[in-house]
Protein backbone atom coordinates (compact mmCIF):
# COMPACT_ATOMS: atom_id res chain seq x y z
CA UNK A 1 0.00 0.00 0.00
CA UNK A 2 1.22 3.53 -1.03
CA UNK A 3 2.13 5.49 2.07
CA UNK A 4 -0.39 9.12 2.49
CA UNK A 5 0.43 11.91 0.50
CA UNK A 6 1.75 14.69 2.75
CA UNK A 7 2.01 17.52 3.65
CA UNK A 8 -0.18 18.09 0.34
CA UNK A 9 -3.79 19.28 0.68
CA UNK A 10 -6.71 16.97 -0.32
CA UNK A 11 -6.64 18.89 -3.28
CA UNK A 12 -3.37 18.42 -4.87
CA UNK A 13 -3.23 14.98 -3.18
CA UNK A 14 -6.26 13.95 -5.21
CA UNK A 15 -4.78 15.21 -8.29
CA UNK A 16 -1.36 13.41 -8.25
CA UNK A 17 -3.17 10.11 -6.78
CA UNK A 18 -5.74 10.63 -10.11
CA UNK A 19 -2.90 11.39 -12.18
CA UNK A 20 -1.58 7.79 -11.25
CA UNK A 21 -4.41 5.84 -12.36
CA UNK A 22 -5.03 7.74 -16.04
CA UNK A 23 -1.18 6.31 -16.45
CA UNK A 24 -2.30 3.04 -16.21
CA UNK A 25 -5.71 3.53 -18.19
CA UNK A 26 -6.00 1.89 -21.82
CA UNK A 27 -7.02 4.74 -24.12
CA UNK A 28 -9.84 2.87 -25.71
CA UNK A 29 -11.14 1.16 -22.92
CA UNK A 30 -11.44 4.50 -21.19
CA UNK A 31 -12.69 6.54 -23.83
CA UNK A 32 -15.67 4.13 -24.31
CA UNK A 33 -16.45 3.99 -20.66
CA UNK A 34 -15.92 7.50 -20.23
CA UNK A 35 -18.52 8.13 -22.90
CA UNK A 36 -21.29 6.08 -21.35
CA UNK A 37 -20.82 7.57 -17.67
CA UNK A 38 -21.65 10.83 -19.74
CA UNK A 39 -24.94 9.70 -21.26
CA UNK A 40 -25.90 8.86 -17.76
CA UNK A 41 -24.86 12.18 -15.70
CA UNK A 42 -26.39 13.81 -18.32
CA UNK A 43 -29.58 12.37 -19.02
CA UNK A 44 -32.64 11.51 -16.91
CA UNK A 45 -32.09 7.75 -16.65
CA UNK A 46 -33.07 6.86 -13.19
CA UNK A 47 -32.39 3.42 -12.59
CA UNK A 48 -32.30 0.73 -9.90
CA UNK A 49 -28.76 -0.73 -10.69
CA UNK A 50 -25.46 1.04 -10.24
CA UNK A 51 -24.04 3.43 -13.29
CA UNK A 52 -20.52 2.26 -11.93
CA UNK A 53 -20.24 -1.38 -12.86
CA UNK A 54 -16.79 -2.65 -12.61
CA UNK A 55 -13.43 -1.73 -12.22
CA UNK A 56 -13.09 -0.74 -15.62
CA UNK A 57 -15.77 1.82 -15.06
CA UNK A 58 -14.96 3.58 -11.83
CA UNK A 59 -11.22 4.26 -13.34
CA UNK A 60 -12.53 5.83 -15.91
CA UNK A 61 -15.29 7.87 -13.97
CA UNK A 62 -12.52 8.68 -11.37
CA UNK A 63 -9.92 10.02 -13.85
CA UNK A 64 -12.60 11.96 -15.99
CA UNK A 65 -15.54 12.94 -13.49
CA UNK A 66 -14.17 12.88 -10.11
CA UNK A 67 -12.10 16.11 -10.05
CA UNK A 68 -14.90 18.17 -11.96
CA UNK A 69 -17.42 16.49 -8.61
CA UNK A 70 -14.60 17.54 -6.03
CA UNK A 71 -14.20 21.06 -7.58
CA UNK A 72 -18.21 21.34 -7.60
CA UNK A 73 -18.45 20.13 -4.17
CA UNK A 74 -15.85 21.72 -2.65
CA UNK A 75 -17.18 25.76 -4.05
CA UNK A 76 -20.63 24.46 -2.51
CA UNK A 77 -18.85 23.20 0.40
CA UNK A 78 -17.29 26.36 0.63
CA UNK A 79 -20.18 28.57 0.05
CA UNK A 80 -21.38 26.61 3.01
CA UNK A 81 -18.70 27.30 5.17
CA UNK A 82 -18.97 31.55 4.76
CA UNK A 83 -22.05 31.16 5.66
CA UNK A 84 -21.90 29.11 9.27
CA UNK A 85 -17.81 29.87 9.64
CA UNK A 86 -18.16 28.86 13.46
CA UNK A 87 -19.80 25.54 12.45
CA UNK A 88 -17.39 22.17 11.83
CA UNK A 89 -19.41 18.95 11.22
CA UNK A 90 -19.16 16.39 13.74
CA UNK A 91 -19.37 14.13 11.44
CA UNK A 92 -19.90 13.56 7.60
CA UNK A 93 -22.19 10.93 5.75
CA UNK A 94 -22.04 10.97 1.94
CA UNK A 95 -24.73 9.47 0.11
CA UNK A 96 -24.14 8.36 -3.32
CA UNK A 97 -20.01 8.99 -2.85
CA UNK A 98 -18.83 6.72 -5.37
CA UNK A 99 -14.97 7.39 -5.16
CA UNK A 100 -15.65 10.42 -2.55
CA UNK A 101 -15.06 13.42 -4.55
CA UNK A 102 -17.46 14.97 -1.64
CA UNK A 103 -15.47 13.54 1.38
CA UNK A 104 -12.25 14.78 -0.44
CA UNK A 105 -13.83 18.32 -0.99
CA UNK A 106 -15.42 18.33 2.47
CA UNK A 107 -11.66 17.64 4.33
CA UNK A 108 -9.96 20.64 2.06
CA UNK A 109 -12.62 23.09 3.09
CA UNK A 110 -12.50 21.42 7.31
CA UNK A 111 -9.09 20.31 7.73
CA UNK A 112 -8.41 17.71 10.53
CA UNK A 113 -7.90 19.22 13.52
CA UNK A 114 -5.16 20.95 14.89
CA UNK A 115 -4.71 19.90 18.55
CA UNK A 116 -4.60 16.15 18.03
CA UNK A 117 -8.08 15.45 18.91
CA UNK A 118 -9.79 12.63 16.73
CA UNK A 119 -10.99 13.45 13.41
CA UNK A 120 -14.41 13.45 12.46
CA UNK A 121 -15.98 10.03 11.31
CA UNK A 122 -16.44 10.10 7.48
CA UNK A 123 -19.05 6.78 5.83
CA UNK A 124 -19.43 6.71 2.47
CA UNK A 125 -22.72 4.97 1.24
CA UNK A 126 -22.71 3.76 -2.42
CA UNK A 127 -24.35 0.77 -4.13
CA UNK A 128 -21.72 -0.02 -6.30
CA UNK A 129 -18.88 -1.70 -4.92
CA UNK A 130 -16.21 -1.58 -7.24
CA UNK A 131 -16.53 2.26 -6.64
CA UNK A 132 -16.33 2.17 -2.94
CA UNK A 133 -13.01 -0.24 -3.41
CA UNK A 134 -11.72 2.52 -5.72
CA UNK A 135 -12.27 5.47 -2.83
CA UNK A 136 -10.50 3.20 -0.07
CA UNK A 137 -7.45 3.15 -2.32
CA UNK A 138 -7.44 6.69 -2.97
CA UNK A 139 -8.35 7.62 0.31
CA UNK A 140 -5.75 5.28 1.89
CA UNK A 141 -3.04 7.91 0.30
CA UNK A 142 -4.96 10.81 1.43
CA UNK A 143 -2.99 13.51 3.72
CA UNK A 144 -6.58 13.79 5.83
CA UNK A 145 -6.90 11.42 9.29
CA UNK A 146 -10.71 11.71 8.67
CA UNK A 147 -10.43 10.00 5.02
CA UNK A 148 -7.82 7.82 6.01
CA UNK A 149 -9.80 6.29 8.52
CA UNK A 150 -13.31 6.38 6.53
CA UNK A 151 -15.73 3.96 6.31
CA UNK A 152 -16.95 3.06 2.77
CA UNK A 153 -20.40 1.17 3.34
CA UNK A 154 -22.19 -0.62 0.53
CA UNK A 155 -26.17 0.41 0.51
CA UNK A 156 -28.87 0.55 -1.65
CA UNK A 157 -29.30 4.25 -2.65
CA UNK A 158 -33.82 4.29 -2.76
CA UNK A 159 -36.09 4.67 -0.50
CA UNK A 160 -35.27 1.93 1.91
CA UNK A 161 -32.15 4.07 2.74
CA UNK A 162 -31.22 4.68 7.09
CA UNK A 163 -28.88 7.13 7.60
CA UNK A 164 -27.49 7.57 10.75
CA UNK A 165 -27.39 10.83 13.04
CA UNK A 166 -24.25 12.66 12.01
CA UNK A 167 -23.39 16.75 11.48
CA UNK A 168 -23.20 16.85 7.87
CA UNK A 169 -24.71 14.91 4.52
CA UNK A 170 -23.66 14.80 1.38
CA UNK A 171 -25.89 14.17 -1.91
CA UNK A 172 -23.50 14.87 -4.52
CA UNK A 173 -23.74 14.19 -8.32
CA UNK A 174 -26.89 11.11 -7.44
CA UNK A 175 -30.71 12.09 -7.41
CA UNK A 176 -30.55 12.05 -11.29
CA UNK A 177 -29.78 8.45 -10.99
CA UNK A 178 -32.80 7.86 -8.73
CA UNK A 179 -36.67 7.58 -9.17
CA UNK A 180 -38.72 10.46 -7.93
CA UNK A 181 -39.94 8.62 -5.03
CA UNK A 182 -36.78 7.65 -4.13
CA UNK A 183 -35.15 10.91 -4.75
CA UNK A 184 -37.90 12.70 -2.08
CA UNK A 185 -36.99 9.80 -0.17
CA UNK A 186 -33.16 10.21 0.15
CA UNK A 187 -33.53 13.77 1.04
CA UNK A 188 -35.88 13.14 3.99
CA UNK A 189 -33.64 10.67 5.04
CA UNK A 190 -30.68 13.51 4.82
CA UNK A 191 -32.76 15.88 6.43
CA UNK A 192 -33.94 13.33 9.68
CA UNK A 193 -30.33 12.53 9.53
CA UNK A 194 -28.04 15.86 9.65
CA UNK A 195 -27.62 19.55 11.30
CA UNK A 196 -26.85 20.10 8.08
CA UNK A 197 -26.94 19.31 4.22
CA UNK A 198 -25.55 19.76 0.83
CA UNK A 199 -26.98 18.70 -2.59
CA UNK A 200 -25.19 18.79 -5.73
CA UNK A 201 -26.53 18.13 -9.31
CA UNK A 202 -24.90 19.19 -12.67
CA UNK A 203 -25.68 22.33 -13.89
CA UNK A 204 -28.72 21.73 -16.08
CA UNK A 205 -32.31 22.57 -16.39
CA UNK A 206 -33.04 19.13 -15.14
CA UNK A 207 -30.09 18.93 -12.23
CA UNK A 208 -31.77 22.56 -11.09
CA UNK A 209 -35.07 21.15 -11.15
CA UNK A 210 -34.08 18.45 -8.99
CA UNK A 211 -32.41 20.68 -6.35
CA UNK A 212 -35.22 22.93 -6.16
CA UNK A 213 -37.16 20.11 -5.33
CA UNK A 214 -34.87 19.25 -2.44
CA UNK A 215 -34.71 22.48 -1.37
CA UNK A 216 -38.03 22.75 -1.14
CA UNK A 217 -38.06 19.50 1.07
CA UNK A 218 -35.60 20.52 3.47
CA UNK A 219 -37.21 23.66 4.07
CA UNK A 220 -40.51 22.21 4.85
CA UNK A 221 -38.63 19.71 7.28
CA UNK A 222 -37.62 23.01 9.21
CA UNK A 223 -34.25 23.63 7.99
CA UNK A 224 -32.44 26.95 6.57
CA UNK A 225 -31.10 27.80 3.27
CA UNK A 226 -27.57 28.88 3.82
CA UNK A 227 -26.33 28.94 0.16
CA UNK A 228 -26.94 29.66 -2.87
CA UNK A 229 -29.89 31.43 -1.83
CA UNK A 230 -30.22 34.44 0.64
CA UNK A 231 -33.12 33.47 1.85
CA UNK A 232 -35.63 30.10 2.41
CA UNK A 233 -38.37 31.77 0.31
CA UNK A 234 -39.61 30.31 -2.88
CA UNK A 235 -36.96 30.12 -5.87
CA UNK A 236 -37.52 33.52 -7.58
CA UNK A 237 -36.83 31.99 -10.79
CA UNK A 238 -39.85 31.63 -13.13
CA UNK A 239 -40.01 27.84 -13.68
CA UNK A 240 -38.77 26.88 -17.04
CA UNK A 241 -37.67 30.44 -18.10
CA UNK A 242 -33.92 29.77 -16.40
CA UNK A 243 -32.43 27.85 -13.94
CA UNK A 244 -29.59 28.82 -11.19
CA UNK A 245 -26.44 27.61 -11.61
CA UNK A 246 -22.57 28.13 -11.20
CA UNK A 247 -19.17 27.04 -12.61
CA UNK A 248 -16.25 25.41 -11.25
CA UNK A 249 -12.55 25.78 -12.71
CA UNK A 250 -11.13 22.03 -13.07
CA UNK A 251 -7.93 21.22 -14.83
CA UNK A 252 -7.95 18.87 -17.87
CA UNK A 253 -6.24 15.74 -17.34
CA UNK A 254 -4.78 13.94 -20.46
CA UNK A 255 -8.41 11.94 -20.78
CA UNK A 256 -10.30 14.98 -20.65
CA UNK A 257 -8.19 15.54 -23.65
CA UNK A 258 -8.22 12.60 -25.01
CA UNK A 259 -12.05 12.06 -25.06
CA UNK A 260 -13.14 15.67 -26.02
CA UNK A 261 -10.79 16.24 -28.79
CA UNK A 262 -10.09 19.37 -26.64
CA UNK A 263 -6.70 21.51 -26.52
CA UNK A 264 -7.40 23.62 -23.36
CA UNK A 265 -5.66 22.34 -19.92
CA UNK A 266 -9.23 23.49 -18.49
CA UNK A 267 -12.95 23.38 -18.59
CA UNK A 268 -15.63 24.83 -16.29
CA UNK A 269 -18.08 22.44 -14.68
CA UNK A 270 -21.50 24.03 -14.56
CA UNK A 271 -23.35 22.84 -11.24
CA UNK A 272 -26.58 23.81 -9.15
CA UNK A 273 -26.74 23.01 -5.33
CA UNK A 274 -28.27 24.03 -2.29
CA UNK A 275 -27.05 23.99 1.51
CA UNK A 276 -29.30 23.79 4.28
CA UNK A 277 -29.02 23.77 8.45
CA UNK A 278 -31.83 23.31 11.43
CA UNK A 279 -29.98 26.11 12.78
CA UNK A 280 -29.66 29.69 11.42
CA UNK A 281 -26.85 30.65 9.37
CA UNK A 282 -26.10 33.99 8.40
CA UNK A 283 -26.62 33.35 4.26
CA UNK A 284 -25.40 36.13 1.70
CA UNK A 285 -27.28 39.31 1.26
CA UNK A 286 -27.25 38.63 -2.21
CA UNK A 287 -25.79 36.09 -4.42
CA UNK A 288 -24.06 36.23 -8.23
CA UNK A 289 -25.80 34.63 -10.35
CA UNK A 290 -24.44 35.03 -13.29
CA UNK A 291 -20.97 36.02 -14.77
CA UNK A 292 -20.49 39.68 -13.67
CA UNK A 293 -20.27 41.74 -16.43
CA UNK A 294 -16.98 44.20 -16.71
CA UNK A 295 -17.07 47.24 -18.58
CA UNK A 296 -15.32 50.01 -19.02
CA UNK A 297 -15.52 52.28 -15.66
CA UNK A 298 -18.16 49.52 -14.52
CA UNK A 299 -19.05 46.59 -13.42
CA UNK A 300 -22.63 44.85 -13.88
CA UNK A 301 -23.88 42.22 -11.35
CA UNK A 302 -26.85 39.89 -11.63
CA UNK A 303 -27.94 39.41 -7.94
CA UNK A 304 -30.38 36.89 -6.41
CA UNK A 305 -30.97 38.67 -3.19
CA UNK A 306 -32.45 38.32 0.74
CA UNK A 307 -35.39 40.47 -0.85
CA UNK A 308 -36.37 37.40 -2.65
CA UNK A 309 -35.97 39.10 -5.99
CA UNK A 310 -33.80 39.62 -8.58
CA UNK A 311 -31.77 42.29 -9.88
CA UNK A 312 -29.40 44.08 -11.66
CA UNK A 313 -26.67 46.16 -9.65
CA UNK A 314 -24.43 48.28 -11.44
CA UNK A 315 -20.97 48.97 -9.29
CA UNK A 316 -19.02 52.08 -10.97
CA UNK A 317 -15.70 53.70 -10.76
CA UNK A 318 -16.57 56.74 -8.50
CA UNK A 319 -17.93 53.61 -6.19
CA UNK A 320 -14.11 53.23 -5.21
CA UNK A 321 -13.05 50.43 -2.78
CA UNK A 322 -16.70 48.39 -3.55
CA UNK A 323 -15.99 49.07 -7.59
CA UNK A 324 -12.59 47.12 -7.01
CA UNK A 325 -14.28 44.49 -4.95
CA UNK A 326 -17.12 44.20 -7.44
CA UNK A 327 -13.51 43.82 -10.33
CA UNK A 328 -12.89 40.69 -8.03
CA UNK A 329 -15.97 39.45 -7.88
CA UNK A 330 -17.01 36.05 -9.34
CA UNK A 331 -19.77 34.18 -10.69
CA UNK A 332 -21.35 32.68 -7.62
CA UNK A 333 -19.52 34.84 -4.84
CA UNK A 334 -21.48 36.44 -2.50
CA UNK A 335 -22.19 40.23 -2.59
CA UNK A 336 -21.47 42.51 -1.13
CA UNK A 337 -18.16 40.95 0.63
CA UNK A 338 -18.55 40.23 3.85
CA UNK A 339 -16.18 42.45 4.95
CA UNK A 340 -15.51 46.26 4.01
CA UNK A 341 -12.99 46.27 1.14
CA UNK A 342 -9.71 48.17 2.08
CA UNK A 343 -10.12 51.43 0.63
Not at 279 to 294: E, I, L, S
Not at 332 to 340: L, S, T
Request: glycine content about 6%.
Amino acid sequence: MHAPLSPQAPAEALRATLAELVDGLPPRQAAQATARLIANYRGATPTDAPVLRDRSDVVAYAAYRMPATFEADRAALGALADAVPQWTPSGHTDIGGGTGAAVWAAADIWPDPADGAAPRPVTVLDWAEPALALGRELAARAPSAALRDARWRRARIDAALAVPPTGLVTVSYVLGELTPADRAAVVDAAAGAAEVVAVVEPGTPDGYRRIVEARDRLVAAGFHIAAPCPHSAACPIEEGTDWCHFAARVSRSSLHRQVKGASLAWEDEKFSYVAATRFRPGPATARVVRRPQTRKGQVLLDLCRDTEELSRETVTKRQGPLYRAARDTAWGDAWPPREDPAP
